[in-house]
């Protein structure tokens, strides 16, 4: 069934959520190009968008929506959308505290090492593989193991548990806690510890490896500019404690 009649059956609710049957992306507004995100299938969202019933939305080519697993915000192409209703129950989650978290963060550790022998570059904006951003190749990993984190840098550094901030003590990290980077405090990258000081992170072009890549937070004779930078926008660290739920959470 076309989606603008199945969005029309529902009045453009925005209590109705849809799943995604294909991989799909979302972009930062209703008309650029500019991608914020990519969006696998099986993803759910709801339409957010005001008064879409009072607007000529048959010209329309995008709405605003809110997707389920990490509460963010994107605009997506109606044109070449394949969706279905989601289950009634769908919203139901197992229990996922931070005994669960901790013990799969092994698994997740593996992932990214794995991801980080393929062939891959920087991908602004990219969560689905082998091309990453430091956010997405982070959330994805987590989502692999269904635990669900927000989408952007600043936005998990506000959901983690507060570690410490740099400098600090690093022997007190664990394999999985989060490291946040950044100027004057204001986070625009993340990292994964993985131990005796190595963390993994997707860095781009200029500043980084153009993508998936281990650094040293000590200083080694085998610093270069790149270790140096990172090492030098540390923030704080952080640690995942909880999933994130749409209705819960604060965002």
Same mark, same amino acid.
């Given at each position: ?80 959308? *394949? =969706? ?5 129950? $769908? %919203?139901?989650?197992?229990? /996922?505290?931070? +005994? &669960? ?44 193991? *269904? =635990? ?5 840098? $600043? %936005?998990?550094?506000?959901? /983690?548990?507060? +570690? &410490? ?87």
């Amino acid at each position: 069934m076309d989606n603008l009649l199945l969005f029309n059956q529902t009045n453009f609710s925005k209590s109705n959520w849809w799943k995604l049957k294909i991989n799909t992306l979302g972009y930062k507004n209703e008309l650029g190009y500019q991608i914020v995100t990519e969006i696998a299938k099986n993803r759910c969202f709801r339409i957010i968008e005001e008064d879409l019933k009072r607007k000529n939305h048959k010209f329309k080519s995008r709405y605003l929506v809110q997707l389920f697993e990490d509460g963010y915000l994107c605009w997506i192409n109606i044109k070449g959308l *394949e =969706i279905e209703r989601c289950s009634n129950n $769908f %919203q139901k989650r197992f229990l /996922c505290d931070e +005994l &669960f978290i901790q013990n799969k963060i092994p698994f997740i550790l593996d992932w990214i090492v794995l991801q980080s022998k393929k062939l891959n570059n920087y991908k602004w904006g990219g969560t689905l593989g082998p091309d990453f951003d430091c956010s997405g190749l982070i959330q994805a990993a987590f989502m692999l193991q *269904e =635990i669900y984190i927000p989408r952007d840098s $600043f %936005q998990i550094m506000r959901f /983690c548990q507060h +570690l &410490f901030n740099f400098p600090g003590e690093i022997d007190q990290l664990k394999m999985g806690d989060l490291l946040f980077f950044g100027d004057n405090n204001v986070c625009n990258h993340v990292a994964i510890y993985y131990q005796n000081g190595i963390y993994y992170h997707s860095s781009g072009v200029e500043f980084g490896r153009n993508g998936i890549s281990k650094e040293n937070l000590y200083e080694s004779q085998d610093d270069d500019k790149t270790s140096r930078y990172y090492r030098s926008k540390l923030i704080c660290a952080g640690r995942v404690t909880r999933s994130y739920l749409w209705n819960k959470t604060l965002r």
